[in-house]
């Protein structure tokens, strides 16, 4: 029986909540993860802007000591605001050499354009640069003119497999302004230079719109003691260092002090080379030798006298040589080129014809091609006087000659006059009494070799020629 008195009591709401689980606090949560994440931004930016001069100095170092290979020193190194940076000073000096002569390439008061942020992803990237003055010095070893400081920069052989992008995209350019460019060539022996040229530029590069890597750069001569202003253009790769130079229009003693080597212009000063210079192209990629060629309009020279090849030229009159020429005859090539590749210096030319100075004497009515090469890699310690140097340089090193007569006449109007003729040549007419002809005739002369070390070597000329003759008269 149930108790009257007894009724139900009503549910406990809080009854088991000991026992129940909490719901996590989850806003609150969140919201510390992210002030962690933002305290962690916030710090990394801060470093960033106190260490950021430090980090672009190392960044900039590393990459131009990988591309040149050679010792980087950078001065000043800062930020000026978020994007803008100053450089005092950068010098990268050439391994292997010492003194003035080591120091290739100095650029000083730099202003650069920059996105700071692309140091973490691939590398700096520069969208414009302007330098106040950038100085480039060409040295020659004295004792050695064919090694260059130059050519002792090359990009770190590491990167040797890199592909063009993966390199280009390390260190990209925008377009760099110089207001001052100075070439500086001339002479190391020791620790100790010898400037022999100095020439200045302004100097504007931009990157090719179709590929980045390329950029085309044009100089234009700001040098107090040149009346026209020369131009000279090219092409920079920056994934290589390539660099391809041209002129155009320019004395041939401008041409040669920018485009030759002391040895090889001593070569020019003692065979007193002239003519007009329509084209001088140079190239060069780090760690290789530099090529020029000087494409030339009215070539004119003097052939080189050469020990044994004394009295080479012959005055020769009524079919019979009558005596040795005091002054040599000046070849004249309507189209001629002077190349510098590698440690030969080739001096060619075409449609050429023969001048003399003597007033009493024909020069010879011919056509001809002449090809002189003279390698300079064993030539003579230099002199201060460049045609000294050079004559004694052509009478010791070893070369090639070939001069091809495609037209030799001499008429019959003019017989019994004297005229300037290769003493081979005259020999040749002598024996068969000729007193008049047409010639075609091919002439070479050889001492050593171009292209290789002769152990001992080998100072003998030799001499081989052909000839061929037409409508001789007086011939027996």
């Keep these: 029986m149930t108790d009257p008195t007894s009724t139900a009591s009503p549910p406990d709401d809080h009854a088991g909540t000991a026992d129940a689980p909490k719901r996590p606090r989850r806003p609150r949560r969140v919201a510390r993860i992210f002030g962690w994440i933002g305290v962690g931004v916030v710090g990394t930016i801060a470093l ?3 260490a950021r001069n430090l980090v672009l100095e190392s960044v900039l170092g590393s990459e131009l000591t990988r591309l040149t290979g050679g010792e980087v020193i950078l001065q000043g190194v800062s930020f000026e605001g978020l994007a803008k940076v100053r450089i005092d000073a950068i010098e990268i000096d050439a391994p292997g050499w010492s003194g003035p002569s080591a120091n290739v390439l100095k650029i000083s008061d730099i202003e650069a354009t ?4 692309a140091i973490f992803g691939s590398g700096p990237s520069l969208s414009s640069l302007v330098a106040d003055t950038v100085r480039l010095r060409i040295a020659e070893r004295y004792d050695d003119p064919t090694e260059i400081n130059l050519m002792s920069l090359k990009p770190k052989e590491s990167d040797a497999d890199d592909s063009s992008e993966d390199r280009v995209a390390s260190l990209p350019f925008g377009s760099i302004q110089i207001r001052d460019l100075e070439i500086e060539t001339g002479t190391a022996d020791g620790d100790d230079f010898q400037r022999n040229r100095l020439s200045r530029f302004q100097a504007t590069i931009d990157p090719v719109p179709d590929d ?4 085309a750069f044009f100089l234009a001569s700001i040098d107090d003691d040149i009346d026209e202003i020369d131009l000279a253009k090219g092409t920079w790769n920056a994934s290589t ?4 130079l041209r002129i155009d229009d320019v004395d041939l003693e401008r041409g040669t002090n920018l485009a030759l080597p002391s040895a090889a212009r001593s070569i020019v000063e003692a065979m007193q080379i002239s003519g007009s210079v329509r084209t001088a192209m140079i190239e060069w990629t780090p760690g290789k030798t530099p090529q020029a060629e000087l494409s030339i309009d009215d070539l004119s020279l003097i052939p080189p006298r050469l020990a044994d090849l004394d009295n080479a030229w012959v005055s020769y009159e009524g079919g019979r040589i009558i005596g040795p020429l005091e002054h040599l005859p000046r070849i004249n090539l309507q189209h001629g080129t002077i190349k510098m590749d590698g440690d030969v210096l080739e001096v060619r030319g075409d449609g050429g014809s023969f001048s003399t100075v003597a007033e009493d004497v024909l020069a010879p009515d011919v056509e001809l091609d002449a090809t002189l090469r003279v390698r300079l890699s064993d030539s003579p310690e230099s002199t ?3 045609a000294t140097w050079g004559e004694s340089l052509l009478s010791s090193a070893p070369f090639e000659a070939t001069v091809r007569v495609v037209r030799f006449d001499l008429p019959d109007d003019e017989r019994g006059q004297a ?3 290769p003493r081979l040549v005259g020999e040749t007419l002598e024996v068969l009494r000729a007193e008049s002809w047409e010639i075609v005739a091919t002439a070479r002369a ?3 070799s171009l292209y290789g070390v002769q152990d001992p070597p080998d100072d003998t000329i030799d001499v081989r020629a052909s000839l061929e003759i037409r409508r001789g008269r007086g011939v027996r």
Excluded at 114 to 117: G, S
């Design 48 to 50: 960033f802007f106190l």
């Design 419 to 421: 005229i300037e003729l």
């Design 114 to 117: 920059l996105d700071p942020f």
């Design 384 to 386: 201060r006087d460049l």
């Design 212 to 215: 980045p890597s390329i950029h």
């Design 241 to 244: 260092g390539r660099l391809e």
């Design 446 to 448: 050889t001492r050593g």
